[in-house]
C-alpha cells in the first residue's frame, strides 16, 4: 500500500463517537487517574465523609493548591 494511499484510508476513518450520556458537568473534562495505597484510599475516603466532601472536591482543591505553590494561574 502507497503513502497518498494509507493517507486516503486514515482520513475516511470516522472520528469517534461523542459521550452523549455524559452529564453536563462532566462536559469537557478530562478524567485523571492515579494508583494510590490502599491506606492512602482509607485516609482519602475517611477524610471526605468528615468534611462531607467528594474525592473530585478534594482532589480539584489539592490540584489548585499545587498549582498556586508553582505559581501557575490556571485553576483544576
Request: charged share 35%.
Amino acid at each position: 500500500m502507497s503513502q497518498r494511499e494509507t493517507r486516503r484510508r486514515r482520513a475516511t476513518v470516522a472520528p469517534p463517537p461523542v459521550m452523549a450520556n455524559r452529564p453536563p458537568s462532566r462536559q469537557g473534562k478530562k478524567p485523571v487517574t492515579a494508583y494510590v495505597d490502599k491506606q492512602i484510599h482509607r485516609r482519602l475516603r475517611s477524610l471526605g465523609l468528615e468534611l462531607e466532601k467528594s474525592n473530585q472536591e478534594m482532589i480539584v482543591e489539592a490540584l489548585n493548591d499545587y498549582f498556586e505553590r508553582h505559581e501557575l494561574t490556571s485553576k483544576a
